[in-house]
């Protein structure tokens, strides 16, 4: 039995479109969640918190936050992880989260220390990445260019811009 180099070709691109097909499941559909963000505004009920400008100085309403609230806090979202630290810092804070229009939940947070990955409690990140205990926000607001997301138990209100 002779086979053709034709029939072969068509078998190749049979297989190689069925191991597409296959792999599908595993690509990013967050639409415009995807992507990097960095953290910009923080707002309380009694107004802005901070601001952290693309050049990096702060300014804050002392009576609310000290003077140390980190100026480059960055979000990294892809797949069903979100990965949120401080540029220039060897440690970061990464979390499992379920989203729809209106609602980000995070499901389970883990600490890596530069080495190694930690499950951890939700109390257990630092406030100056704004989780809150419960870990959910509201999504006010989600486009290509920012995010606005509230969270009810923190009284804040995070604005992220895409980077």
């Not at 296959?22 to 910009?40: E, I, Q, R, V």
């Not at 009694?46 to 002392?62: D, L």
């Not at 630290?85 to 947070?109: P, S, V």
């Not at 883990?110 to 100056?128: A, M, T």
Request: aromatic share 12%; hydrophobic share 35%.
């Amino acid at each position: 039995m002779k086979i053709s180099f034709s029939r072969i070709y068509f078998l190749l691109a049979v297989l190689i479109g069925s191991l597409s097909i296959a792999s599908c499941d595993k690509m990013d559909d967050n639409g415009p969640f995807y992507g990097y963000w960095l953290l910009t505004d923080v707002e309380g009920p009694e107004g802005p918190i901070g601001t952290a400008p693309e050049k990096g100085s702060t300014t804050v309403n002392t009576d609310i936050i000290d003077f140390n609230m980190p100026r480059t806090i960055t979000w990294g979202v892809r797949n069903e992880l979100i990965v949120i630290h401080e540029i220039n810092q060897a440690d970061y804070y990464f979390f499992t989260f379920t989203r729809t229009d209106k609602e980000l939940q995070l499901r389970e947070a883990y600490h890596n220390d530069g080495s190694k990955d930690k499950l951890i409690e939700f109390s257990e990140v630092p406030e100056k990445f704004y989780v809150p205990a419960d870990g959910h926000y509201d999504v006010v607001n989600l486009d290509g260019n920012g995010m606005t997301l509230r969270s009810g138990s923190l009284g804040l209100t995070l604005k992220l811009k895409k980077n």
